[in-house]
Nanobody, 127 residues
Framework: QVQLVESGGGLVQAGDSLRLSCAAS????????MAWFHQAPAPGKEREFV??????????YYADSVKGRFTISRDNAKNTMYLQMNNLKPEDTTVYYC??????????????????WGQGTQVTVSS
């Protein structure tokens, strides 16, 4: 199985940028469909989809709330995925998780389709 470790979270002001990283180990990174989720604000809700990227990195998908502000990418040579977050808003405040699935996914927005998760990194955006 693959192990995932996120980094790059922190406290920023509205309008600032952050870049999250997800370092993978244990298995061939390029064999995994990767995604970012964040914790939904309401208690008990499933993690919400943010962005996803195919095995090759050629195709990306985004939640409507982050389109035009966030960019997902991956470097298979470095076993790392990234989330460039620009023009951050206070409502982006939450814990962000990276997730991996062992094949390309069509239903990429469902957290239940990803068997591997990182521990999460906190992003806090002040107004």
């Amino acid at each position: 199985q693959v192990q995932l470790v996120e980094s790059g979270g922190g406290l920023v002001q509205a309008g600032d940028s952050l870049r999250l990283s997800c370092a993978a180990s244990g298995r061939t990174f390029s064999n995994y469909f990767m995604a970012w989720f964040h914790q939904a604000p309401a208690p008990g809700k499933e993690r919400e989809f943010v962005a996803a990227i195919t095995l090759s990195g050629r195709t990306t998908y985004y939640a409507d709330s982050v389109k035009g502000r966030f960019t997902i990418s991956r470097d298979n040579a470095k076993n790392t995925m990234y989330l460039q977050m620009n023009n951050l808003k206070p409502e982006d405040t939450t814990v962000y998780y990276c997730a991996a699935a062992p094949s390309d996914l069509r239903t990429f927005a469902a957290a239940s389709n990803y068997p591997y998760w990182g521990q999460g990194t906190q992003v806090t955006v002040s107004s």
